[in-house]
T-cell receptor, first 113, second 114 residues
């Protein structure tokens, strides 16, 4: 089955700096990669996703890149703000009828004001 | 904005007891999911449900687990005989179509088995 590795597990950045979280996946059939943000006491919320037919996607301060050959994808947050502090999960799934989404271990991001 | 709701938010039970976790998915969504997150670990897929039947389940989802959509709005996860290792946060999610679409997560139910 699919295995998603994520690093770092914790990340501290100064407000205004950029944060990068990296993930790798094992199943070359995976073709949909969502990123979730989980704030304390809440369920994961989708912040951005990317499909395997594109290499990069951007939404304001958040961008995601995908390298299918290397089987890794990354989340980039620019101009970080204190409200970006949360746990971020990468995930992978396959569109061929499977419903299972495999998550990474999560990255606890702390933005220091 | 529509949201997934879950009840209860916290549940404490004795080992061996049955628990039912309840979820109300977003009304026009067709796929429903349960995930769990043991403290400090990754979110793990348990089961997906479509058209009143399980469409996929993980190896975690053994015979002690069952899911049901008892009416047009609720989606439940039953754990028949709880074990200590079932202690976790359980998240319900729903999506309009398949797992390829955005899955909207509820706030979770924290289950503690004593």
């Amino acid at each position: 089955g699919e295995n998603v590795e994520q690093h770092p597990s914790t990340l501290s950045v100064q407000e205004g700096d950029s944060a990068v979280i990296k993930c790798t996946y094992s199943d070359s059939a995976s073709n949909y990669f969502p990123w979730y943000k989980q704030e304390l006491g809440k369920g994961p919320q989708l912040i951005i996703d990317i499909r395997s037919n594109v290499g990069e996607k951007k939404d304001q301060r958040i961008a995601v890149t995908l390298n299918k050959t290397a089987k890794h994808f990354s989340l980039h947050i620019t101009e970080t703000q204190p409200e970006d502090s949360a746990v971020y999960f990468c995930a992978a799934t396959y569109s061929g009828g499977y419903q299972k989404v495999t998550f990474g271990i999560g990255t606890k991001l702390q933005v220091i004001p | 904005e529509p949201e997934v709701t879950q009840t209860p938010s916290h549940q404490v039970t004795q080992m061996g007891q049955e628990v039912i976790l309840r979820c109300v998915p977003i009304s026009n969504h067709l796929y429903f999911y349960w995930y769990r997150q043991i403290l400090g670990q990754k979110v793990e897929f348990l089961v997906s449900f479509y058209n009143n039947e399980i469409s996929e389940k993980s190896e975690i989802f053994d015979d002690q687990f069952s899911v049901e959509r008892p009416d047009g709005s609720n989606f439940t996860l039953k754990i028949r005989s709880t074990k200590l290792e079932d202690s976790a946060m359980y998240f319900c999610a729903s999506s309009e179509w398949t797992a390829q679409e955005t899955q909207y997560f509820g706030p979770g139910t924290r289950l503690l088995v004593l």
